[in-house]
């Protein structure tokens, strides 16, 4: 694949000889689209399952898009729900699906977002008087018509642009494009923390509907008098080709290549194992009953992670010198955003000083590890 230097920036761009379909561009390694996994099509979490929201804790559906609400079990979230044909270019979407006509009360909040990491708009210059000028598109397929809510804040909400969007016509894809002039208020942050989040209203109430779309102001608020999703019992929502872009203008969709994006996600989250007979690690046993390894991650993380992971008899095996010890867990221990320690201390015997590898023999067997914003 040839390639072409920018002797300005310094940036080597790919070029594609490939056939393209509309919509869909040159594979791409900027970073244009500010959005991550905005084409819905890493799902590390649920390989395309179906999940329900939860109440009071985030819940996932496709990487790097959360949903926050105050009351659970009101809509499904899927990737590819309904499968329905994606716009021109896209073969992934993520689907929303009301479970109820729920009324929302006036401290009810309902929100599907992106955080954006600091480093990621550092050179936007927002709360400065140098701040730029971006772009937000999506193509967006609902069930029921209106003018619907959105905002964007940062990490404080103490600079807010509440926008609207019009659904004209039902079960249809729609580009929707939005300018927002860049904020000379507010402070964003540049570092690893959240630098800004680019929110869609599902239904909050009238506490948080306070906002006037189009314009930034201090005072956090949605816009008011939009299409609340969750009141209509099997509506439906779904998202694609989301990007936030420097400029007046939207330009074409920014299709990193698969394992770039992968790459992004897995920043923030990612799966070392899930299933049966995976590999995952060397160990080593330091004494007659402990295992001792180490579990490096594919890419650096945002920051320190958590981990999760499931247990269960003889989930594991460590496996040196010809013998197999098999155990049910893992603990986790000195955790860094390049790699953790683990051990096990109860179910080990043999030898002190044995090296081998450690790998999963239970069909539930998930090792995970998360540092979200």
Same mark, same amino acid.
């Given at each position: 694949?040839?390639?072409?230097?920018?002797?300005?920036?310094?940036?080597?761009?790919?070029?594609?000889?490939?056939?393209?379909?509309? !919509?869909?561009?040159?594979?791409?390694?900027?970073?244009?689209?500010?959005?991550?996994?905005?084409?819905?099509?890493?799902? &590390?979490?649920?390989?395309?399952?179906?999940?329900?929201?939860?109440?009071?804790?985030?819940?996932?559906?496709?990487?790097?898009? $959360?949903?926050? @609400?105050?009351?659970?079990?009101?809509?499904?979230?899927?990737?590819?729900?309904?499968?329905?044909? %994606? %716009?021109?270019?896209?073969? !992934?979407?993520?689907?929303?699906?009301?479970?109820?006509?729920?009324? +929302?009360? *006036?401290?009810?909040?309902?929100?599907?977002?992106?955080?954006?990491?600091?480093?990621?708009?550092?050179?936007?210059?927002?709360?400065?008087?140098?701040?730029?000028?971006?772009?937000? +598109?999506?193509?967006?397929?609902a069930s029921v018509t209106g003018t619907y809510g959105g905002i964007i804040i940062n990490s404080a909400a103490t600079a807010n642009y509440p926008f609207t969007y019009t659904v004209n016509s039902a079960n249809t894809w729609e580009q929707k494009t939005l300018t927002i002039v860049g904020p000379t208020i507010g402070t964003w942050?540049?570092?690893?923390?959240?630098?800004?989040? #680019? /929110? #869609?209203?599902?239904?909050?109430?009238?506490?948080?509907?306070?906002?006037?779309?189009?314009?930034?102001?201090?005072?956090?608020?949605? %816009?008011?008098?939009?299409?609340?999703?969750?009141?209509?019992?099997?509506?439906?929502?779904?998202?694609? =080709?989301?990007?936030?872009?420097?400029? +007046?203008?939207?330009?074409?969709?920014?299709?990193? $290549?698969?394992?770039?994006?992968? &790459?992004? @996600?897995? /920043?923030?989250?990612?799966?070392?194992?899930?299933?049966?007979?995976?590999? #995952?690690?060397? =160990? *080593?046993?330091?004494?007659?009953?402990?295992?001792?390894?180490?579990? $490096?991650?594919?890419?650096?993380?945002?920051?320190? $992670?958590?981990?999760? *992971?499931?247990?269960?008899?003889?989930?594991?095996?460590?496996? /040196?010198?010809?013998?197999?010890?098999?155990?049910?867990?893992?603990t986790i221990e000195g955790a860094s955003p390049q790699q953790t320690g683990f051990f096990n201390n109860t179910e080990i015997s043999g030898t002190g000083g044995q090296v081998g590898t450690v790998y999963a023999q239970n069909a539930s067997a998930f090792i995970a590890f998360q540092a979200e914003l």
């Open positions: 694949m040839p390639i072409t230097l920018n002797g300005d920036t310094g940036i080597v761009t790919p070029m594609y000889n490939g056939s393209i379909t509309a !919509n869909a561009v040159t594979p791409s390694v900027n970073m244009k689209n500010r959005i991550i996994n905005g084409a819905m099509v890493i799902d &590390q979490r649920n390989a395309g399952a179906s999940v329900s929201n939860l109440a009071g804790a985030l819940t996932y559906s496709v990487d790097r898009w $959360p949903v926050n @609400c105050s009351a659970a079990n009101k809509f499904t979230m899927q990737q590819n729900a309904g499968s329905v044909t %994606p %716009p021109a270019g896209f073969a !992934n979407y993520l689907g929303l699906t009301s479970s109820s006509a729920y009324s +929302s009360g *006036s401290s009810d909040y309902f929100h599907l977002y992106q955080p954006i990491e600091g480093y990621n708009i550092a050179d936007l210059n927002w709360g400065t008087a140098n701040a730029k000028t971006v772009t937000a +598109s999506f193509w967006v397929r942050n540049s570092t690893n923390g959240t630098g800004l989040e #680019f /929110r #869609f209203d599902l239904g909050n109430g009238s506490d948080y509907t306070t906002g006037t779309a189009g314009a930034w102001s201090a005072s956090f608020g949605y %816009p008011s008098g939009t299409v609340k999703f969750v009141a209509t019992n099997g509506g439906t929502l779904y998202l694609t =080709g989301v990007q936030i872009e420097v400029g +007046s203008t939207a330009t074409s969709f920014d299709y990193r $290549p698969y394992t770039t994006e992968l &790459q992004l @996600c897995q /920043r923030y989250f990612v799966v070392i194992i899930s299933g049966t007979a995976k590999y #995952f690690a060397m =160990g *080593s046993q330091y004494n007659s009953t402990t295992l001792n390894g180490v579990i $490096p991650f594919p890419v650096t993380m945002r920051a320190n $992670p958590t981990s999760a *992971s499931s247990s269960g008899t003889n989930y594991y095996v460590f496996y /040196r010198n010809n013998t197999g010890d098999d155990f049910n867990s893992i």
